[in-house]
C-alpha cells in the first residue's frame, strides 16, 4: 500500500489486480472510497490499456518541481498529438483549482507537484497514470520481458530503476525530446542480472542523488 499527499488517499494494490482508494482521516477508520479495475484504464483513443496483461506491482512518486515532470510518452500510440490533446489538463501550468492549490498549501507541497501511479505489468510493461486523471494512460512503455516486480523513480534525474521477474535489473530513462521531436523510447543506462531473490528495494537519497550526477554528466558529454 501507498499514500498519495496529493490525492490525500491511502492506495491498496489487490491480488485481483484491482486498485483501492481509501479516505483517511485522522482518529478515524478509513474508509473505501472507490476501486478501479485495469479495464477502467483508458488510452487517447477510448481503448481499454490492455486486455493481455495484469498488474503485478504499484507505486505512487511525486515530481515537486515542473523540470521533473515524467514526459507523457506513450509507445503503443502513433499520433503522438492525440495523446497529448488528452493530457491537456494536466500538462498545463493553470490547471489547478483554487481548492486544489489550497489543499496543496495546506500540505506542504510544491504547486507544481505532480503524482504518479506507477503500474508494472506482468509481460514486462510499465504504465504511468497521472493521480490527476486516474482513468488515462499518462505514459506507456516495454521495459523486459518478464513481469515488472520492483519499480523506484529518482525525479531529480528522471531516472526509473525496475527489477524484472527474470532478476533484470534495469536503470532507464524516457526520451523527451530530440531535434525538438518526442522520442517513443527507452533509454537504457544501465543493465544487470540479479542472481537473488529481491523482496523490497528502495532508492536512498545519496544513491538517488549519484544517479541524478551520472545523468548530468551523460547530458553534458552528449551535448559536447
Not at 503503443?76 to 494536466?90: K, P
Not at 544501465?190 to 544513491?207: A, D, E, G, S
Request: aromatic share 8%; hydrophobic share 40%.
Amino acid at each position: 500500500m501507498h499514500f498519495s499527499l496529493k490525492m490525500n488517499r491511502l492506495v491498496v494494490f489487490l491480488v485481483s489486480g484491482a486498485l483501492c482508494f481509501y479516505q483517511v482521516d485522522q482518529g478515524e477508520t478509513a474508509l473505501l472510497e472507490r476501486i478501479q479495475h485495469l479495464n477502467a484504464l483508458r488510452d487517447c483513443e477510448g481503448k481499454i490499456a490492455t486486455t493481455s496483461q495484469s498488474i503485478s506491482c504499484m507505486q505512487v512518486i511525486r515530481a515537486d518541481r515542473r523540470d521533473e515532470w515524467i514526459p507523457p510518452v506513450d509507445a503503443e500510440i502513433f499520433n503522438e498529438q492525440m495523446h497529448l490533446n488528452a493530457l491537456s489538463d494536466i500538462l498545463q501550468q493553470d490547471i489547478k483549482a483554487n481548492f486544489v492549490k489550497s489543499f496543496l498549501k495546506r500540505r506542504e507541497l510544491p504547486a507544481d507537484a505532480q503524482e504518479y501511479l506507477v503500474l508494472g505489468m506482468s509481460k514486462g510493461s510499465v504504465y504511468l497514470v497521472n493521480t490527476f486523471k486516474l482513468d488515462k494512460i499518462y505514459a506507456r512503455v516495454t521495459v523486459s520481458r518478464a513481469a515488472i516486480t520492483h519499480v523506484e523513480y529518482a525525479p531529480r534525474a528522471k531516472l526509473f530503476l525496475t527489477i524484472c521477474a527474470e532478476g533484470n535489473l534495469t536503470v532507464w530513462s524516457l526520451d523527451s525530446s530530440k531535434d525538438g521531436r518526442r522520442e517513443k523510447r527507452l533509454n537504457t543506462l544501465y543493465c544487470t542480472k540479479l542472481y537473488r531473490q529481491v523482496k523490497h528495494i528502495k532508492l536512498l537519497p545519496c544513491v538517488a542523488a549519484s544517479a541524478e550526477k551520472a545523468a548530468e554528466e551523460n547530458n553534458q558529454s552528449a551535448l559536447s
